[in-house]
Each structure stands twice: as C-alpha cells, then as structure tokens.
C-alpha cells in the first residue's frame, strides 16, 4: 500500500494537538541574535517589501474554514525568514538581499494567482515581473547603491544555489516555506525539531558540483525527508487543489464583473479584497467562505450546483544530500551522497508521495 494512502485530509489536519507557536524564536533559530544582520531592517522596512505582510504564505487557505490553519504567516514573515538562512550559512551581503527580495512581485493569495493563470504545474508565473519591481522603485535601487550593490545582483535568486535549486534539491527558499507550513497546517513541526534539523544543515557539494544545503547525519536528514513529504502530501490532495483553483476562479470573475480591478492584486491585502468580495452574491465566493469538506470522486459532479477540478499540480518534496567522503570524478568534487541512494525508508517515501494519486476529480457542492 502506498505510504501515504490513510492520510487523508482530516486525518492530516487533526493527527497533531494545537500548539502555540513563537515566531521570534522560530527566527532565533534562523539566525541568532548575535549574528542578525541589521542591514535587512532597512530593506524590510520599505513600503514595496511592506506590502507582503498582507499577502499570506498559505496561498488564501487562511479564508476558508476547509482549513484549520493555527495562525497567519505572511510572504514578508517568508522573505525574512529566506534571508535570515542564506545569510547564516553564506554571509554574503548580495545572495542575503536576493533571497529577501524574491517574492516582491507576489500578489494577494500568492500561488493562486498561478492557478487562476493556468500555472498550476510549475506556479512560477508570478515571478514574472520581480525584475521590473526592483528596477522601478527608487527607494529600494537607492538602498542598494548605498550598500554598493547594483539591482543585477539580487533580482534574481535562482543564481544562488544556496537561495534557490531545483526541486527535489534543498534550498534556503524550500527549507523555510516548509517549516511554516508545517507549523500553521498541520502543527506537525516542533521548535524541538526545527533546531535540530536546522543546525545539522551545512553545505555540500552535490553531483554538479554546485553549494546546496544538506544534512551531516541520515537519522535527521530521513527526519526532515518524512516531515517535508508529508506536508506537501497535504498540498497534492485534492482539498488544496480545489481551494488554490476555486479562490482563483473568483478573483478572475471578480475582475471580469468590475468588482476588483488587476492592479488590486497587487496594491491590496488579502483582508481588503476580502472585504470588497464579501458584497458579492457569487455562489463560489460563498462556498469558499464556508465549505468545510469536499467529495472525492470519479467524474465530475452536475457543474450547475457543484464545483469540481481535475488538475495535476506541482509536487513539493525533498530528496536532501547528506555528508560523505569527498569523490573526485574529473574536475567536480562531490562530498555528499542523496538520502534515497542510502535509505530505504526515504526512498520508499519519496516514491510513494511521487507515484501517489487522488481520486480523479475534488467537488464541493455550492451554496
């Protein structure tokens, strides 16, 4: 039986007690105090970085009781927290400022705007207009030049492997959105276990050659695997999928009828779309705001009382590097090896949250 099949959504929501969680001392373990790197206050304070405090990291999932989120996280909480990492294992001022900056273009609900543009698969239609963002606001490129930094240098992340890699690799980005999300989801992490994965991490060199974050011991490394598959279990279910899709179909309804306009999007919180929204007599919009189960099923239910998807999404899980003796192989050195190529108990996870599926179609009957 595949690993994942009797984990539910309930039984994903409801397997962990409540707990209250400090996010100054999730941001002590990021980074120490003694070691914060103040220039970031500067940048964090600006008005263009502001704005992410009203955008949630959970992608709208705050607004609709399907979910039982424990408490809000915003993709400025996110921001931070990415910088904070690449700062505690690189010190380098430029890739620290890059990792703060590279969810600036992110709009309200954050990868349902990739939903509601057909981006499902990969969600990275709303890193589109980063550069453009950072190039146009004074304030910010003045920041920069006073720290002698040119905007080339930081409006794009994914030139530091410690900040950004490819799926299923281990970077500053990835490692920090799953510690919230498990957090706020599903309560699944633990301050005790953050600090234990977070202080084993160093970096290595992986099979290209290149720097990515990884593990100094299996045991850890296979604890963080499971507990990074889990959550993204919860984010390939197909409750998650029809929330991102639904909230994303009434944001593009509520343009068409004039309700909210695009730029809102992005000038405007989540709270005060929500606001303009709750005026709306739109049957989706209603459903969202108090749908608290959907239907899994084979086929698609009657579309004139019943909101249905069917959608491949992207799958988010980790197969980290752990340490090992330095390899040679020509002119790259290798000094790690990947978790599945040494557990069996990560390379069953990881397969099976690969080769899991859902039943074809998620509905919810509309209100």
């Known amino acids: 039986m595949n690993f994942f099949a009797p984990y539910d959504w309930e039984t994903m929501l409801n397997q962990h007690a409540p707990v209250d969680y400090d996010i100054s001392e999730y941001f002590e373990i990021l980074c120490p105090h003694s070691d914060y790197p103040d220039f970031l206050d500067r940048y964090i304070a600006l008005p263009v970085m502001q704005r992410l405090a009203g955008v949630g990291l959970l992608c709208g999932t705050d607004w609709t009781p399907l979910y039982k989120n424990r408490f809000y996280y915003s993709r400025l909480d996110h921001s931070k927290g990415v910088a904070l990492i690449v700062w505690h294992f690189t010190h380098d001022k430029a890739q620290t400022i890059a990792g703060l900056l590279h969810d600036i273009s992110t709009p309200v609900f954050s990868h349902v705007s990739d939903f509601r543009k057909g981006d499902a698969l990969t969600q990275t239609a709303t890193e589109e207009p980063t550069a453009r963002i950072i190039r146009g606001d004074e304030a910010l490129v003045k920041l920069l030049a006073e720290d002698g930094l040119t905007p080339e240098q930081v409006e794009d992340y994914h030139i530091y492997p410690v900040a950004d890699n490819e799926i299923p690799q281990l970077s500053a980005d990835r490692l920090e959105y799953m510690f919230p999300s498990g957090m706020a989801l599903d309560g699944s992490w633990t301050m005790d276990e953050i600090r234990k994965c ?39 279910l197909n409750e998650n999928k029809l929330t991102l899709h639904m909230l994303g179909q009434i944001m593009n309804l509520a343009e068409k009828e004039g309700i909210l306009r695009e730029e809102d999007f992005m000038t405007l919180s989540e709270k005060e779309v929500m606001d303009k929204l709750d005026k709306t007599s739109s049957r989706m919009y209603k459903t969202f705001r108090t749908m608290t189960c959907i239907e899994h099923t084979e086929a698609a239910l009657d579309e004139q009382e019943y909101f249905c998807v069917n959608l491949k999404v992207k799958q988010r899980y980790i197969n980290p590097l752990v340490k090992s003796a330095a390899v040679s192989t020509g002119s790259t050195t290798v000094n790690a090896v990947r978790l599945s190529d040494i557990s069996e108990k990560a390379r069953r996870i990881i397969e099976d949250f690969k080769t899991y599926s859902d039943t074809p179609y998620g509905c919810v009957k509309l209100v």
């Open 198 to 236: 977070y202080n084993d991490l160093t970096i290595l060199k992986n099979e290209d050659g290149q720097d990515e974050l990884g593990f100094q011991h299996v045991e850890i490394a296979e604890l963080y695997c499971e507990h990074f598959c889990m959550i993204g279990h919860i984010l390939q």
